[in-house]
């Protein structure tokens, strides 16, 4: 069972943040959470996780409530190139499958001109 | 080398037939992943092998048969599949079963008629 919950869709602006939310309001103490895009006809590629704290990288910056009961991933400046369906994935310890990428269905978000 | 190779990309099978899916990485990665996802849904969990011994089973058919020969190399074993085995599947790698983001690769798109 998936343990988070997004909206189906979002539209962004290019050239504009994209803010995609998630929440996770059963998230225990160990969870992570983590975020994956699949772009169309490719694998899912890792964009970023965090347990608490505030993490940002590269592609994106997570921010986590402080009850940790939802998150919400930020595209800092959106290209045409970052449609793709996003997935928010509560993550346990290793160990049996909540240790393991177990996929929601995700948030479908267009990017346009 | 940061990829995860699957081959074939495409593969047409009859349901008579017995065929292979390959998957390799060269990145020192000790737990490998096969996931399967049939069209507008999310990446379902089949087969996990940490450190080339299979670890989790997602309670997969056994019409499919995980290899795992040494720690670069996944394969899985198909044998008199039905038409509603047709998918993209894909393989994962990851650093180990610990907090470390999977690598996807691009995946095997297999139609079984």
């Known amino acids: 069972d998936a343990k988070t919950t997004q909206p189906t869709s979002m539209d962004c602006a290019e050239g504009r943040a994209a803010n995609l939310p998630c929440n996770h309001s059963?998230?225990?103490?160990?969870?992570?959470v983590y975020w994956y895009r699949q772009i169309h006809s490719q694998g899912p590629q890792y964009i970023i996780h965090?347990?608490?704290n505030n993490e940002t990288n590269e592609m994106a910056s997570l921010i986590i409530t402080e009850d940790r009961k939802s998150s919400t991933l930020i595209l800092p400046h959106a290209t045409l190139r970052d449609t793709a369906v996003y997935y928010c994935?509560?993550?346990?310890?290793?160990?049996?499958?909540?240790?393991?990428?177990?996929f929601g269905k995700g948030t479908k978000l267009s990017v346009k001109p | 080398d940061t990829e995860v190779t699957q081959t074939p990309k495409h593969l047409v099978m009859g349901m008579t037939n017995k065929k292979s899916l390959k998957c390799e990485q060269h990145m020192g990665h000790r737990a490998m992943y096969w996931y399967k996802q049939k069209a507008k849904k999310p990446p379902e969990l089949m087969f996990v092998?940490?450190?080339?011994?299979?670890?989790i089973n997602e309670s997969v058919p056994s019409r499919f048969s995980p290899e795992c020969p040494n720690s670069s190399l996944l394969n899985l074993h198909l044998h008199a599949l039905q038409p509603e085995d047709s998918a993209l599947y894909l393989c994962a790698s990851s650093a180990g079963q610990g907090h470390y983001g999977y690598t996807f690769g691009s995946g095997t798109r297999l139609t079984v008629v």
């Open positions: 059963t998230i225990s103490g160990n969870e992570y």
């Open positions: 092998y940490s450190y080339e011994k299979l670890s």
């Open positions: 965090g347990l608490k």
């Open positions: 994935i509560v993550r346990g310890n290793y160990g049996g499958s909540q240790g393991n990428l177990i």
